[in-house]
Structure formats: C-alpha cells, structure tokens
C-alpha cells in the first residue's frame, strides 16, 4: 500500500505545496524555501493564521477520540499532511489500541516520511492518492486490505476540502466518498473561511498567494460549508469554530475567537 522511495524529480520543490505550507504554520521544519517564502506572505496577511492552524490540529485531536467514544475503529483520513504527532493512529490507539488508520495524501514527500512515522506499528498504512479522484481512494486494494466498509469508520477531511475548487465538483468528490459508507460512520471535517475575519481584504489576498502553489485554496461560508454535512447528523454543538467543537477545558473567548478562521465539525451518517 506504501508507496515510496521517489526520486528527487519526482518531487516538485519550486512550487508551495499546502502540506508543507501548514507544516510550516505549526512550527515543522519539513518544508522547503518556496514553502516558507509562501507561508510568510500568508502569515504577513493575517498573522493569526497559526492560531487558527493549531486549534484546527487540537479538533483534529478532539474529533478523533469522540470516534473511538461512539466505538468506531476504522478512519481514513485524507490530506494527512506532513506527519506532526500525536497523528490520527496515535490518538486513537491511546484508547483503543485496535484502531486501524489509513492515510492518504498526494504529495511524495508525505508519503516518504508516512513510512518512518505513520504506518510502521502495523494496522496503519497509507495510499498516495488525490482526492479529486475519490473512486481511486475507495478502491485502492491496500484500503480495502485494510478497511472494513461493513463496519462504521471515521472519514477525516481536516483542513483540505478548501483546497477543491467549485470546478473540482466538491459535493460530488463528498458523495463518492460518504456512498460506501455504512450507517454509524462518522464525518469529521474542518474548512477555512473569511466569515470571522473584519479584514476581508487581507484574508482574500491570503488566499490568492496559493494561487502560485500545487493547489488553491477556496474559501466558503458557513452556508456553503453546512450541506458537506448532507446524510450525516451533526454532534452537538454543530458546525462552530474549532475552538468551540467541545473544548477540553475553558472555551476561547469572543476576542480569541476571532484568531480561528474556519468551520468544524462532526456527523454520524443515519444519525446517532
């Protein structure tokens, strides 16, 4: 299922890729110049871009034990990124030490270090994939090696579906993805927005600097982010910022709030 080892041409370094740009948000040093020089345009745009990327991670984190609450053991999470631990097999075997998690990305570089750091304890593997070719993601006889689609799983779309164009037919690339699977499955996603932002303008410019990068970067509002959701009944509280998505401790305040720039949120298919 692992496919690595590529050789340098293989991977392309003269354009930002949005993997190594969010590496580079947490503090990751798995990137190249053209990704730093992208990301600080980015971060002189709208400096709370981390923010908003790190309390992206912490649902990321949260979601992934609520999955494992409800009993679920399967998660196929797509865009994976540059690994950042704790990962999705990590949180998730800290409760239920059977979890299996299939990783997909398109980027070489994911898929090199996936070997070293994601899929080396068994019951963890990862497909080199893109999810504009969601029937290619399903299909992929390593994820049907690995994941029982007669049993509930946890398809993760944290932080990527931003990056499919309304060209790129997201509500069908969703549909591809959610058909296959049974009733009790879970949908975690998160996505960017200007809705919180008073600078529209900066924000707007953000988002064009990924113009120049392997994939560009589309941002939606809560109305057109909600029918993602469509056959899946959302946890309480619904779709919110990150932060708010059940918080460990204290939730932010309405000032810390305005640091996040997304939407994020959790469906059962056929309802709880």
Avoid at 145 to 157: E, G, H, N, S, T
Avoid at 233 to 242: A, F
Wanted: no cysteine; glycine share 8%.
């Amino acid at each position: 299922m692992s496919e690595t080892g590529f050789s340098p041409e293989q991977i392309d370094t003269t354009k930002p890729h949005p993997a190594r740009m969010y590496d580079f948000y947490l503090g990751g040093m798995d990137n190249y110049e053209v990704d730093r020089t992208a990301a600080g345009r980015v971060l002189e745009l709208v400096p709370h871009i981390r923010t908003t990327a790190r309390g992206n991670r912490d649902f990321h984190h949260r979601a992934v034990r609520t999955a494992v609450d409800m009993g679920i053991r399967q998660f196929i999470d797509i865009g994976t990124g540059i690994p950042t631990s704790p990962n999705t097999h990590e949180v998730a075997r800290a409760a239920a030490p059977d979890a299996r998690v299939a990783y997909v990305d398109n980027d070489p570089i994911v898929a090199t270090y996936a070997g070293a750091k994601l899929t080396n304890l068994g019951n963890a593997d990862f497909v080199l994939a893109d999810l504009r070719e969601p029937k290619s993601i399903i299909e992929h006889d390593g994820m049907r090696q690995l994941i029982d689609f007669d049993k509930p799983v946890a398809l993760m779309l944290v932080a990527v579906l931003h990056f499919i164009t309304e060209d790129e037919d997201p509500a069908g690339i969703l549909k591809e993805l959610t058909d296959r699977l049974p009733d009790g499955s879970a949908l975690i996603l998160s996505h960017v927005t200007g809705d919180f932002d008073e600078d529209r303008d900066a924000i707007g410019q953000a988002a064009h600097v990924y113009d120049s990068a392997t994939a560009r970067l589309t941002l939606r509002t809560y109305d057109e982010v909600l029918p993602y959701f469509k056959g899946f009944e959302l946890l309480e509280p619904g779709l919110v910022q990150p932060p708010l998505w059940r918080p460990d401790g204290q939730a932010p305040t309405e000032k810390e709030l305005t640091q996040h720039a997304g939407y994020a949120g959790m469906g059962i298919k056929g309802g709880v």
